[in-house]
């Protein structure tokens, strides 16, 4: 339940005509604008419409679509705070020991994926072969598979959590069921349903409780669905769930026609109606990138289907939504927001409804919480969001409205916490519609507008740095060629900004010149899009109108193609300027570039929108401060809080609470007293911060850029090396060399003695790479693998996950919790059954500065 102010009118806008104007001009003055508010602004053009009818609810909140093909490639990868926020419905892997990837095991990853929420996983049980197309070796052979998946399946704890799916694009492996000869087609049909009952029946001879799915055909199909659906009610082996796959740009555009369509056969065959799931779903150009990604999430919740992204590079970072193991990008904020969709979908209207790359959007009303939510994005300019039907009994007569963006970050790049664009009180109009103008979309990013009902108070002022962004090929050019990117014509190119990339920087004179325009003198960000498959970390030389270069070092990404961010400060006078990037070390791709005026990192995490437990309520009656109201923490009342950290380091966490809380991270307990900043330490990316106790809380507010003080670094040099580990030279180590050949065996370890000034809670930052691959003779994928290390301290033995790093020479952190008795403790590394590895250095922190 919430409370709603009492205030009626407030002091906000009519949500008119005039309402339009003036929230525009708020939103102008807010930095929507991207290019600098640029000079040049194009002609005029009729803002879009898009319409939220919250009167016309479409069914309960599914979050069906967050699922990943090989999101999961080991226990730890992702991490669990990267993992549990998205409430990932499905994930569909390989079976145990199967040979088609090094990674992914069904039974082995479930582990993480449950205990961190997770729904259903779909087993790919022809992955058990090695060979891409998979190899044919009869029905008989694969029988015998399918006996030792289903005896490990049934065996399994928790064996209720999986799906079996016996078959995999047998449209096109095995049974070429998408021949246009009709006789072919029959004869083919024929064999692939005889298979498809002898799996069947076989799995539940050994399995009684089994869930199958099927056909899982490559695209759908309705003259195979028709004949499947009808075979399978007739010989009892119907699925329990319909899966197939909807792989390209038109399934943007087709995809409800064909959910139709079948939905159509089922009733025609007296059948269901079945779960479906698209267990593959969108291109390489989608995955990522939000504005792609609301496009398909949107038609997938609308018809309250599960669906799974596809996978076209690596296992473990949940379909390329998440950095490293633990930093969220672009794509992952994006499942953020949906994640935290409640109550029902109701009705939206796209301008161009089944239309590729278009605006879509998808929102949620939940009356409980006095909360309306929509997720929009796929198309740049102007739009208008009219939301209609804004119940006065929930919201009251005026709501407060709060928008951010989830910029394209890249596949590695990092994304802080989507920025608050505005807050604005608005007036509900007579007809019960609030309309928000939104303006200067990027047709990458996704946005998303919160309504509450407004309290008294005016929110505060959503803080936007100036920004611009500047398209590498759209600058002076060198020694590089332009080359076009993901497009609808190439779906599965890698995604690039403007479609656009400039590559090929590997000669001596290679540059690219930029030409910029800043608005004062001043420190600001230079972040860079960019690709490096040099096999090391790679440089460039930057310089400012020609004075001396400063080295930039980029970490290297998968490849060429996939997008990396690396964040630089420069500092720069007022007026336009020319930055140059010119050729380093090895070589790297541009992409483009952002400026932002330089701040220092604060953002307020709204505890309204935070994940709850046991007794909590909403408050409204206050509109200050974010705007968006208190949670109300009773007994047993938790809130969960997603806090972003951009590095390893000290932060200071000030709770807005009317009573004291305590917020728990990484094992510890801290007394968190209102509005007094506490210091304690974040693990880049995100960190799971929970409140309890009984308070009404607002905000949990975080600032800083991550300071090193307080915590102690050890050198590699300083551990006791044994049974072969020993230090190798390496100049992109920290101090020049790395602890290698660790493990393998129970003797080679390496020990530290460190000292905890008091007995508690630290955080253990160890600085690892490695670079292991398995070649599975088909280069679909990049098969990488991750290795795993032993931590011991006070008697206490951890087993550690850490993932390719993509070369030898980059190094990469991952923060562990460990408890430390007061003054000297003994900290061992090791891996008696298979290499760790290579330690650069470790650093030690306790939870609370």
């Given at each position: 339940m919430f409370r709603r102010s009492r205030t009626r009118g407030g002091a906000g806008h009519r949500a008119s005509t005039a309402v339009g104007a003036a929230l525009l001009g708020a939103a102008l003055t807010a930095g929507f604008l991207p290019a600098a508010q640029a000079a040049e602004q194009p002609a005029t053009v009729a803002a879009q419409r898009l319409t939220v009818d919250l009167a016309a609810p479409e069914g309960k909140v599914m979050l069906g679509a967050n699922g990943a093909l090989y999101g999961l490639g080991d226990d730890g990868v992702p991490s669990d705070?990267?993992?549990?926020?998205?409430?990932?419905?499905?994930?569909?892997?390989?079976?145990?020991?199967?040979?088609?990837?090094?990674?992914?095991?069904?039974?082995?990853?479930?582990?993480?994926?449950?205990?961190?929420?997770?729904?259903?996983?779909?087993?790919?049980?022809?992955?058990?072969?090695?060979?891409?197309?998979?190899?044919?070796?009869?029905?008989?052979?694969?029988?015998?598979?399918?006996d030792r998946i289903a005896a490990d399946i049934a065996a399994a704890p928790d064996s209720e959590h999986f799906v079996y799916v016996p078959f995999n694009e047998p449209d096109q492996i095995w049974y070429n069921l998408g021949v246009a000869d009709q006789a072919t087609y029959e004869a083919n049909r024929d064999r692939f349903l005889k298979d498809w009952k002898t799996v069947h029946q076989r799995i539940r001879a050994v399995d009684p409780d089994a869930r199958i799915a099927g056909p899982n055909e490559s695209s759908y199909h309705t003259r195979l669905l028709t004949d499947f659906l009808a075979f399978a009610?007739?010989?009892?082996?119907?699925?329990?769930?319909?899966?197939?796959?909807?792989?390209?740009?038109?399934?943007?555009?087709?995809?409800?026609?064909?959910?139709?369509?079948?939905?159509?056969?089922?009733?025609?065959?007296?059948?269901?109606?079945?779960?479906?799931?698209?267990?593959?779903?969108?291109?390489?150009?989608?995955?990522?990138?939000?504005?792609?990604?609301?496009?398909?999430?949107?038609?997938?919740?609308?018809?309250?289907?599960?669906?799974?992204?596809?996978?076209?590079?690596?296992?473990?970072?949940?379909?390329?939504?998440?950095?490293?193991?633990?930093?969220?990008?672009?794509?992952?904020?994006?499942?953020?927001?949906?994640?935290?969709?409640?109550?029902?979908?109701?009705?939206?209207?796209?301008?161009?409804?089944?239309?590729?790359?278009?605006?879509?959007?998808?929102?949620?009303?939940?009356?409980?919480?006095?909360?309306?939510?929509?997720?929009?994005?796929?198309?740049?300019?102007?739009?208008?969001?009219?939301?209609?039907?804004?119940?006065?009994?929930?919201?009251?007569?005026?709501?407060?409205?709060?928008?951010?963006?989830?910029?394209?970050?890249?596949?590695?790049?990092?994304?802080?916490?989507?920025?608050?664009?505005?807050?604005?009180?608005?007036?509900?109009?007579?007809?019960?519609?609030?309309?928000?103008?939104?303006?200067?979309?990027?047709?990458?990013?996704?946005?998303?507008?919160l309504l509450t009902p407004a309290g008294s108070g005016s929110p505060a002022t959503a803080a936007v740095p100036w920004s611009a962004p500047y398209e590498a090929e759209d600058a002076r050019i060198t020694g590089g060629q332009v080359y076009t990117q993901g497009?609808?014509?190439?779906?599965?190119?890698?995604?690039?900004?403007?479609?656009?990339?400039?590559?090929?920087?590997?000669?001596?004179?290679?540059?690219?010149?930029?030409?910029?325009?800043?608005?004062?003198?001043?420190?600001?960000d230079l972040s860079v899009l960019y690709g490096n498959q040099s096999g090391a970390p790679a440089t460039q030389t930057l310089s400012v109108d020609g004075a001396a270069a400063t080295a930039v070092s980029y970490p290297s990404t998968q490849n060429w193609l996939y997008r990396g961010k690396r964040d630089v400060t420069v500092e720069l006078t007022a007026g336009r300027h020319t930055l140059t990037l010119a050729k380093g070390t090895g070589e790297v791709t541009l992409d483009r570039i952002d400026l932002t005026a330089h701040t220092t990192p604060a953002t307020a995490y709204e505890a309204t929108f935070a994940d709850i437990s046991g007794s909590v309520t909403y408050d409204y009656r206050d509109a200050t401060g974010t705007g968006t109201g208190a949670l109300v923490l009773g007994s047993g009342g938790r809130a969960v809080l997603d806090v972003y950290a951009p590095r390893d380091g000290y932060y200071t966490v000030t709770s807005r609470a009317s009573a004291a809380v305590q917020l728990s991270l990484h094992g510890e307990s801290v007394t968190a007293a209102p509005d007094q900043a506490l210091k304690l330490y974040l693990v880049a990316g995100n960190n799971r911060v929970t409140a309890s106790g009984r308070a009404a809380?607002?905000?949990?507010?975080?600032?800083?850029?991550?300071?090193?003080?307080?915590?102690?670094?050890?050198?590699?040099?300083?551990?006791?090396?044994?049974?072969?580990?020993?230090?190798?030279?390496?100049?992109?180590?920290?101090?020049?060399?790395?602890?290698?050949?660790?493990?393998?065996?129970?003797?080679?370890?390496?020990?530290?003695?460190?000292?905890?000034?008091?007995?508690?809670?630290?955080?253990?930052?160890?600085?690892?790479?490695?670079?292991?691959?398995?070649?599975?003779?088909?280069?679909?994928?990049?098969?990488?693998?991750?290795?795993?290390?032993?931590?011991t301290v006070g008697g206490v033995t951890r087993e550690v996950t850490f993932k390719n790093t993509w070369s030898w020479d980059d190094f990469w952190t991952i923060g562990v919790p460990v408890t430390l008795k007061q003054g000297a403790n003994t900290l061992t590394i090791g891996n008696a059954s298979a290499w760790a590895p290579n330690i650069d250095r470790i650093e030690l922190a306790p939870v609370r500065g």
């Open positions: 705070a990267a993992l549990a926020p998205l409430k990932v419905t499905t994930v569909s892997q390989k079976p145990e020991g199967g040979a088609q990837h090094p990674n992914g095991d069904a039974i082995s990853v479930s582990k993480p994926f449950l205990r961190n929420g997770g729904g259903d996983v779909l087993v790919l049980m022809q992955d058990m072969y090695a060979k891409w197309p998979y190899e044919d070796l009869g029905i008989s052979d694969y029988l015998t598979k399918v009610k007739r010989e009892n082996v119907l699925p329990d769930i319909t899966t197939w796959h909807e792989l390209g740009p038109s399934s943007l555009r087709d995809f409800q026609a064909h959910h139709d369509n079948y939905r159509s056969i089922e009733k025609a065959l007296g059948i269901g109606p079945l779960p479906v799931n698209i267990d593959e779903y969108a291109n390489r150009r989608d995955l990522s990138v939000p504005g792609q990604l609301v496009q398909w999430v949107s038609m997938f919740e609308r018809n309250k289907v599960f669906a799974n992204q596809a996978y076209w590079d690596a296992a473990g970072n949940l379909s390329g939504n998440v950095v490293h193991t633990n930093i969220p990008n672009g794509g992952w904020w994006f499942f953020r927001w949906y994640a935290g969709l409640t109550g029902q979908t109701v009705k939206v209207t796209p301008p161009s409804p089944h239309t590729v790359d278009t605006l879509q959007g998808v929102a949620s009303l939940d009356t409980s919480r006095g909360q309306a939510q929509v997720l929009l994005g796929g198309s740049s300019g102007d739009t208008d969001v009219a939301v209609r039907h804004v119940d006065p009994k929930v919201f009251g007569t005026s709501v407060t409205v709060t928008v951010a963006e989830a910029a394209w970050s890249g596949y590695e790049g990092q994304h802080a916490a989507p920025r608050v664009l505005s807050r604005t009180k608005l007036n509900v109009a007579a007809d019960g519609t609030v309309t928000v103008p939104l303006t200067g979309l990027d047709r990458m990013s996704a946005y998303r507008i497009t609808v014509a190439n779906a599965n190119g890698y995604a690039a900004s403007g479609t656009k990339d400039v590559g090929s920087l590997n000669t001596a004179a290679s540059k690219v010149e930029f030409t910029v325009d800043v608005p004062a003198a001043a420190m600001y809380l607002r905000s949990l507010d975080v600032a800083g850029a991550g300071s090193p003080a307080g915590s102690v670094t050890y050198e590699g040099e300083r551990a006791t090396l044994a049974g072969g580990a020993r230090l190798v030279d390496n100049v992109h180590a920290s101090a020049g060399t790395y602890i290698g050949w660790l493990g393998n065996s129970a003797a080679s370890t390496a020990g530290f003695t460190v000292t905890a000034p008091r007995a508690g809670q630290y955080v253990l930052v160890l600085s690892y790479s490695h670079n292991d691959r398995r070649d599975n003779g088909h280069a679909y994928n990049t098969d990488i693998m991750s290795r795993t290390a032993d931590i």
